[in-house]
């Protein structure tokens, strides 16, 4: 049978452990609200329309590849997060651009709102180029001096190079494209990744490059996953670093 001073003690012990509890869950609330001043900073919209590259038309869409599947839910879980409405429209049913905040995911292969981005912004210093002679899509890099940088990755690698772009939307210039694209899906995830999950990266990239969250900019992305050849889990151990940053 417990004693007096006993169950004081466990009385006292218990208090504690309620007080600790509200500590950490005040905590996790904080980082919770930074997280989403962060993506609010990002993304100072009501709406947005997510465009998705597809095989098949209709509300029971299938992605191209997982990774760009889960490229998707990214975005779909950070826009619920800051109560952002998002529709979803399938690059396939499109034509041109449509007239709203977009986030368009995946490049110009396969997603044809993407294609015309790019097409209309080519100074854009980061563009994707199909080389025939190579049945292969790379990135290059044009330089001010006039040269070009190229990065690729032969079928298999577990390593990717993807743009991640802001820009304002060429069809209605008071509305914003964001645009995440890999030459392969492992990229097209990371781009997506760094602007939802890992904005605070992207964040204190753009401050230390001096260019305003609300600019227009460009950003060539690095990235690879140790478990890169299992899609589903390859955003467990997925890394992504920012190779250069330009405002355009």
């Known amino acids: 049978m417990l004693t007096l001073a006993e169950l004081k003690i466990i009385l006292t012990a218990g208090q504690e452990g309620w007080k600790w509890a509200g500590v950490v869950r005040r905590g996790w609330d904080l980082v919770r609200s930074q997280n989403r001043r962060g993506l609010m900073r990002l993304f100072p919209f009501e709406n947005v329309q997510l465009v998705v590259p597809a095989q098949s038309a209709g509300a029971d869409?299938?992605?191209?590849t997982e990774h760009d599947r889960q490229a998707a839910d990214c975005v779909k879980s950070a826009m619920a997060e800051i109560a952002v409405k998002v529709s979803v429209l399938n690059s396939s049913n499109a034509s041109t651009i449509p007239e709203e905040n977009?986030?368009?995911?995946?490049?110009?292969?396969?997603?044809?709102?993407?294609k015309i981005v790019f097409e209309k912004r080519a100074d854009v210093p980061f563009q994707f180029v199909f080389k025939q002679d190579e049945n292969r899509w790379i990135i290059q890099h044009l330089l001010p001096s006039g040269r070009k940088?190229?990065?690729?990755?032969a079928a298999g690698d577990p390593i990717d190079y993807a743009i991640l772009l802001k820009v304002r939307n060429p069809a209605a210039s008071s509305r914003t494209v964001y645009l995440g694209a890999g030459i392969?899906?492992?990229?097209?995830?990371?781009?997506a990744w760094l602007l939802t999950k890992g904005h605070k990266n992207l964040l204190r990239e753009l401050q230390q490059a001096k260019i305003h969250e609300r600019e227009s900019y460009a950003c060539l992305l690095h990235c690879f996953s140790a478990k890169a050849s299992d899609a589903e889990?390859?955003?467990?151990?997925?890394?992504?670093?920012?190779l250069n940053i330009e405002q355009c």
């Open 102 to 114: 977009l986030i368009s995911i995946c490049g110009p292969a396969a997603n044809i709102v993407s």
């Open 149 to 153: 940088l190229e990065y690729g990755r």
């Open 61 to 64: 869409y299938q992605f191209t």
């Open 184 to 191: 392969a899906g492992l990229g097209t995830m990371a781009a």
């Open 233 to 242: 889990k390859a955003q467990e151990d997925l890394h992504v670093a920012i």
